[in-house]
């Protein structure tokens, strides 16, 4: 079994950065995605950066310039670095895991004030 813990949101000024960590834990398969999603209330959950177990990154065109993915696989940590953060990125960040199957964290509540 699989489990995804995040850390690292919280209450931010707009203009400010945080960063999100997560870490797996369980049996993984060396080759998987991992990748950061955000859901505010009332829209649909997003995808906001997505990285390979080898290095490839995507993001979404909202967080292009200012977020950036890196994972470190010895430790099967994902991070997520947010800089110039807006009221916009107000959400819960989730971290997900696919290999073979498909696994979620629990959500990290991330909030940018004006």
């Known amino acids: 079994q699989v489990r995804l813990v995040e850390s690292g949101g919280g209450l931010v000024q707009a203009g400010g950065s945080l960063r999100l960590s997560c870490t797996a834990s369980g049996s993984i398969f060396s080759l998987n995605i991992m990748a950061w999603y955000r859901q505010a209330p009332g829209k649909q959950r997003e995808l906001v950066a997505v990285?390979?177990?080898?290095?490839?990154?995507n993001y979404a065109d909202a967080v292009k310039g200012r977020f950036t993915i890196s994972r470190d696989n010895a430790k099967n940590t994902v991070y997520l670095q947010m800089n110039s953060l807006k009221p916009e990125d107000t959400a819960v960040y989730y971290c997900?895991?696919?290999?073979?199957?498909?696994?979620w964290g629990q959500g990290t509540q991330v909030t940018v004030s004006s």
């Open positions: 990285i390979s177990s080898g290095g490839s990154t």
């Open positions: 997900y895991l696919r290999d073979s199957k498909q696994y």
